[in-house]
Each structure stands twice: as C-alpha cells, then as structure tokens.
T-cell receptor, first 113, second 113 residues
Framework: DGGITQSPKYLFRKEGQNVTLSCEQN?????MYWYRQDPGQGLRLIYYSQIVNDFQKGDIAEGYSVSREKKESFPLTVTSAQKNPTAFYLC????????????FGPGTRLTVT | RKEVEQDPGPFNVPEGATVAFNCTYS??????FFWYRQDCRKEPKLLMS???SGNEDGRFTAQLNRASQYISLLIRDSKLSDSATYLCVVNSLPGAGSYQLTFGKGTKLSVIP
C-alpha cells in the first residue's frame, strides 16, 4: 500500500535530549513537510523540502533540524534548543504540482518532561 | 487580518441536519483551496479540493468566491460519522511558494443522535 509512515506514534524524552522523528513515503512525491500542532491550534510549518538535498525553513524552524538525503525520507530532529517541544508532529508529502494538495502521515506525539 | 480564518465552533447539529462552514483568506494571489477533515488526535485527511465553479461529492458541496476571498463547505443529511474538525486550507504564495499550504485552525462539528 502506498502511503506515509511516521514512527514512533508516541515518544517520551527528558528535557535536554535531542530526538529524531522518522517520516517515510512511498508515493514518489517530490515535496515533504513537517508541521507541529498544539492543542486547539492550527498546523504550523517547521521545515519543507521540494527536492532531495534541499530544504527550507518554515515559520517555526528554530530548535529543529532536518535532512533530505533520499526522496522517500525526511527525518526531523527536535533539539534541546527547542523551548516547548511537547506537541503533535505531522509529516506530509505532495506531488509538487498544481493544485499542491498534501497527504499526511499518522503523526508522532512527543512529550518532553 | 489572519491568513485563513474560520469560525472555531463548535457546531452541534442533530443527525440529518444541513450545516455550512465558512472560511475567509487574505491572500488574493492564492491558487488552490481545500477542505480537510481531522478526527480527534488523528492526522488531517483531504476531504475535497475547491474549484471556482463549485464542486460536489455526495453530501458535501464546496464553493469558492474569489472576489470576496471566501470558501464554504455545505454538509447535507449529517451523519454521526461526520463529527470532526474541518480545516480550511489555502496555498499562500504563487510561484515557488505554491508548495506551502496555510491551514485554518478548524471548525469543530458534533453531530448529535
């Protein structure tokens, strides 16, 4: 089945630790995205990538890092510099042409204490 | 003015009712428009794209008014399974920025037996 997978579904970390969230897609999509969603809030864009080996900062990139070494994979690292890392993290992908609709993975719920 | 604005609700409606959601967007250069559905603690899922001529998918009808920068979603004969948060989504920028979507905070719908 084609789709987007994120792992793990739930992740718990201690403050001060870096953590990497996985995102894989087998849809042959060019573009991939990371969003963060806080309770009662909309989705906020962290990073996106339109092509392998290239990525751009979104609206809230501080404290996060990404890589795009393969078309299928776009891991997100939440660093200790991120002040409020506890959130629901969503990965999405898109073909990269009009109308630019995005498809989401199931998300990773990160709790940092 | 917020980029994408929606009434947060909640809308509590009885089964079988017709309910309408509205959304306004600020960027007149936006090219593509969508409604997504998000169930509690799940990822957003594409419900339908919105075209200038209006489009219908079963019980769902979406309309776009470019002059007023306004998008609507009509749900007829509401089912219990329609209970979810409905997100209005717009691509914000022309050209290279087209890859980015801006999400409204969503309108919560509860269909009551």
């Amino acid at each position: 089945d084609g789709g987007i997978t994120q792992s793990p579904k739930y992740l718990f970390r201690k403050e001060g630790q870096n953590v990497t969230l996985s995102c894989e897609q087998n849809l042959n999509h060019d573009a991939m995205y990371w969003y963060r969603q806080d309770p009662g809030q909309g989705l906020r864009l962290i990073y996106y990538s339109q092509i392998v080996n290239d990525f751009q900062k979104g609206d809230i990139a501080e404290g996060y890092s990404v890589s795009r070494e393969k078309k299928e994979s776009f891991p997100l690292t939440v660093t200790s510099a991120q002040k409020n890392p506890t959130a629901f993290y969503l990965c999405a992908s898109a073909k990269g042409n009009f109308p630019y609709e995005q498809y989401f993975g199931p998300g990773t719920r990160l709790t940092v204490t | 003015r917020k980029e994408v604005e929606q009434d947060p609700g909640p809308f509590n409606v009885p089964e079988g009712a017709t309910v309408a959601f509205n959304c306004t967007y600020s960027n007149s250069a936006s090219q593509s428009f969508f409604w997504y559905r998000q169930d509690c603690r799940k990822e957003p899922k594409l419900l339908m794209s919105v075209y200038s001529s209006g489009n219908e998918d079963g019980r769902f009808t979406a309309q776009l008014n470019r002059a007023s920068q306004y998008i609507s979603l009509l749900i007829r004969d509401s089912k219990l399974s329609d209970s979810a948060t409905y997100l209005c989504v717009v691509n914000s920028l022309p050209g290279a920025g087209s890859y980015q979507l801006t999400f409204g905070k969503g309108t919560k719908l509860s269909v009551i037996p």
